[in-house]
Nanobody
């Protein structure tokens, strides 16, 4: 199993960048595919990005493609989300999630979740 803790959120201006991190403390990190999701009060939880256990085949939602980059360092038990050219519509709580078998974009199919980190993009 994994226990996930996100960090790196904050209040930024449009056009700024942030790097989110998600660290597993239980030691099984490299066995899991990882995803980033986000949720705001006005929206359902939505897929942002995903990456396989080996770091291959990163996938992105159309809304963030070209601006966000997902990566992982298994030796550090950490997955990252680099966010560039942030927009007000990126404002949300960002969650990392782990999935043991198969990559996917559906939140309900992920097995473990962090507590989330708030990202606010405002002028």
């Amino acid at each position: 199993q994994v226990k996930l803790v996100e960090d790196g959120g904050g209040l930024v201006h449009p056009g700024d960048s942030l790097r989110l991190s998600c660290v597993d403390s239980e030691g099984a990190f490299s066995n899991y595919h990882m995803g980033w999701f986000r949720q705001s009060p006005e929206k359902e939880r939505e897929f942002v990005a995903s990456i396989t256990w080996s770091g291959s085949n990163p996938a992105y939602a159309d809304s963030v493609k070209g601006r966000f980059t997902i990566s992982r360092v298994n030796a550090k038990n950490t997955v990252y989300l680099e966010m560039n050219y942030l927009k007000p519509e990126d404002t949300a709580v960002y969650y990392c999630a782990a999935k043991r078998y198969g990559v996917g974009i559906t939140a309900a199919n992920y097995d473990y979740w962090g507590q989330g980190t708030q990202v606010t993009v405002s002028s």
